[in-house]
């Protein structure tokens, strides 16, 4: 059984920084893409950053250069550091595992993957 549990979210002004942290189990970490969605109040999710089996990186333009998505294997963990906060970066952030045939370079389809609970990040300006 999948269990994505993130943790590491909280309220920071901008220009501030957060990590977010995603401890997988369940199924072989090794195997799977990684991903981090954002939820905004009301709205729906957006992929944020996804890293693939082979440690490839895919980021939303709006993160580039802000947002470094990482993962280690040997603690079958996620991470997400996220620097220069800003308020449109406030959300809901959600872990999501997908096996690596269904990976398609970290472009998966939103419908696909095993989701985690989420982490709530506030930005304040």
């Known amino acids: 059984q999948v269990q994505l549990v993130e943790s590491g979210g909280g309220s920071v002004q901008a220009g501030g920084s957060l990590k977010l942290s995603c401890v997988a189990s369940?199924?072989?970490?090794?195997?799977?893409?990684m991903g981090w969605f954002r939820q905004p109040p009301g709205k729906g999710r957006v992929r944020t950053a996804a890293?693939?089996?082979?440690?490839?990186?895919i980021y939303a333009d709006s993160v580039k250069g802000r947002f470094t998505i990482s993962r280690d294997n040997a603690k079958n963990t996620l991470y997400l550091q996220m620097n220069s906060l800003n308020p449109e970066d406030t959300g809901t952030y959600y872990c999501?595992?997908?096996?690596?045939?269904?990976?398609?370079?970290?472009?998966?389809?939103?419908?696909?993957?095993?989701w985690g609970q989420g982490t709530r990040v506030t930005v304040s300006s």
């Open positions: 369940g199924f072989d970490y090794s195997t799977y893409c």
């Open positions: 890293i693939t089996t082979d440690g490839s990186t």
């Open positions: 999501v595992a997908v096996h690596r045939l269904r990976c398609n370079g970290g472009y998966w389809s939103a419908s696909f993957g095993d």
